[in-house]
């Protein structure tokens, strides 16, 4: 219990450049006030005491503005910053290490029954005024900016904005392990072939040139075509 008490001190301690004490976090951030009440709302939940464990969520709603169901299961170190007009539905499933700033949503769009509202990954931000809809997963690392409406499953490490929301940046690429050593490059030989076809053309337009200008003004001294009546002939030739 005083575990996951210090980590919802913690959470606030870390993230917050507001803060200055654990006290002023204890006493006066409506966020972890309504966390703390929440862990408590969702044992009587768990527990079948649905009546004391409303009675909870609806007594913290009119404290601190934020209104999370008890049935929503939320991992350690939840952090709500500002806290008011936070709404987190009854099968949110929440990770780790997560950050909702006023007026985040966490809801069902209305159609789906069942597992109704999303689920978030760990270490989650979830900007102000943001709408998170339905039982979609934003992965792990994942940002949404403020005044985001996410309808769809966000990947890990992704950011998404705007409405409806869109990924502006993608998970950091990490450079695959290639094990196929018989398919190695070979930049030199890549060189090599690209100056031959650079020749080849250079090759070709001079003896368009040469063809045009007769062998009197071709700067080719040594052309076998000199001895065989030049360039054009060697061309009908072929
Ligand atoms: C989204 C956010 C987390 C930044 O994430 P990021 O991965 O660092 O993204 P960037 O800042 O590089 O922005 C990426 C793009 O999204 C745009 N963008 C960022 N936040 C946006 C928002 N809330 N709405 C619409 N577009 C936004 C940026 O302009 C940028 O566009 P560009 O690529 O065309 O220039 C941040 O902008 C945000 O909204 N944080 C919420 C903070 C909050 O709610 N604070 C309340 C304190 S009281």
């Given at each position: 219990?005083?575990?996951t008490?210090?980590?919802?001190l913690?959470a606030?301690?870390?993230?917050?450049?507001?803060v200055?004490?654990?006290a002023e976090?204890?006493f006066?951030?409506?966020?972890?006030?309504?966390?703390r009440?929440h862990?408590?709302?969702h044992?009587a939940?768990?527990?079948?005491?649905?009546?004391?464990a409303r009675?909870i969520?609806?007594?913290?709603?009119?404290?601190?503005?934020i209104?999370?169901h008890?049935?929503?299961?939320i991992?350690?170190?939840?952090?709500?910053d500002?806290?008011a007009?936070?709404?987190i539905?009854?099968?949110?499933?929440?990770?780790?290490?997560?950050?909702?700033?006023q007026?985040v949503t966490?809801?069902?769009?209305?159609?789906?029954?069942?597992?109704?509202?999303?689920?978030?990954?760990?270490?989650?931000v979830?900007g102000a005024?943001?709408?998170?809809?339905?039982?979609?997963?934003?992965g792990?690392?994942?940002?949404?900016?403020?005044?985001?409406?996410v309808l769809k499953?966000?990947?890990?490490?992704c950011t998404v904005?705007?409405n409806?929301?869109r990924?502006?940046?993608?998970?950091?690429?990490r450079?695959e392990i290639?094990?196929?050593?018989?398919?190695?490059?070979d930049?030199?030989?890549?060189?090599?072939?690209?100056?031959y076809?650079?020749l080849?053309?250079?090759e070709?337009?001079?003896?368009?040139h040469a063809?045009?200008?007769?062998?009197?003004?071709?700067?080719?001294e040594?052309?076998?075509?000199r001895?065989n009546?030049?360039?054009q002939s060697?061309?009908e030739?072929?």
């Open positions: 219990m005083f575990d008490l210090k980590r919802d913690d606030v301690l870390k993230r917050d450049p507001a200055h004490s654990r976090v204890f006066c951030y409506p966020g972890f006030k309504a966390v009440r862990r408590r709302a044992k939940y768990l527990k079948g005491r649905y009546f004391l009675w969520s609806s007594r913290t709603k009119k404290k601190t503005g209104e999370i008890p049935g929503a299961t991992g350690e170190g939840l952090f709500i500002h806290g007009g936070v709404v539905g009854e099968t949110t499933i929440i990770g780790n290490n997560v950050t909702l700033y007026g966490l809801g069902g769009t209305g159609k789906d029954t069942g597992k109704r509202h999303p689920t978030l990954g760990n270490d989650v979830v005024g943001a709408k998170v809809l339905g039982p979609i997963t934003l792990n690392h994942v940002k949404v900016g403020a005044g985001a409406i499953d966000v990947p890990d490490q904005v705007g409806p929301g990924i502006v940046r993608g998970p950091a690429k450079p290639d094990l196929n050593h018989g398919d190695l490059p930049p030199m030989l890549d060189k090599m072939q690209q100056l076809k650079r080849s053309q250079l070709k337009v001079l003896t368009e063809i045009k200008v007769g062998c009197a003004g071709c700067p080719v040594d052309c076998p075509g001895e009546g030049g360039c060697a061309a030739a072929q």
